[in-house]
């Protein structure tokens, strides 16, 4: 019955376990694992950046918000580069595919108002290994992508058709047992330690 009152906080950087009567609304994330784990990683560097900063002076002191958006996108930034560089490998000659990637309007207006481009980033990894007949790289990168956003699993609909029609069943078969390998990985710790957080994302989403 005690631990059914506990609930857990951030505390300097740290989960700390509290009654739950002590604590206010409950908030979990509303995104899934792997981006989660990036969220943290980017709080981290932010923390120590601002800690550098603020005891030496050598570079500037933002405001935390700043500095962790800053640090975000230069992130997010890198894992875009990715996703160019895999279209770039993918089409070749086909010069403009690669154009389109890069001048998206989309990516414009909303490369950083979100977390996409994490999982854009696996996803174009995947893809590639994929091109270059690798399916269990290609399965394991796609199961990243899925832990950091759900759509890119529904990328094995279309690679499953492809491969009914030229008989390449099993590279299908290898993809999807290496994605759903790397995707419980990454999220049955989660899972077993705070089910009611891991269950946010799926909660909010099937109720939008």
């Known amino acids: 019955m005690i631990a059914d009152s506990l609930t857990y906080e951030v505390q300097d950087g740290r989960l700390v376990p509290v009654l739950a ?14 981006t989660g784990y990036f969220m943290w990683g980017v709080a981290a560097l932010t923390s120590a950046y601002l800690s550098f900063t603020t005891s030496t002076h050598l570079l500037p002191v933002p405001l935390d918000v700043a500095a962790y958006f800053t640090i975000g996108a230069i992130l997010l930034g890198f894992a ?22 890069c001048l998206s309007p989309l990516l414009i207006v909303h490369a950083f108002t979100n977390w996409d481009l994490l999982a854009m980033g696996f996803t174009g990894g995947a893809m590639l290994a994929w091109a270059r007949r690798k399916p ?13 956003k759900l759509y890119p699993v529904l990328l094995l609909g279309p690679l499953l058709v492809l ?10 078969a290898k993809a999807l047992i290496g994605g759903v390998v790397v995707w419980v990985a990454v999220n049955l710790p989660i899972l077993l ?13 099937s109720t939008r």
């Open 80 to 101: 875009y580069l990715v996703v160019i560089a895999c279209t770039a490998r993918i089409a070749r000659r086909r010069v403009w595919d690669t154009a389109i990637m």
């Open 193 to 205: 330690t705070y089910p009611r957080a891991w269950l946010e994302f799926y909660t909010m989403n």
């Open 136 to 148: 269990v790289l290609a399965g394991a990168l796609l199961g990243l992508g899925t832990a950091a």
């Open 21 to 34: 009567d002590q604590v206010g609304t409950v908030r979990y994330l509303e995104y899934p694992v792997l």
């Open 163 to 172: 491969c009914l029609r030229s008989g390449r069943m099993g590279a299908w």
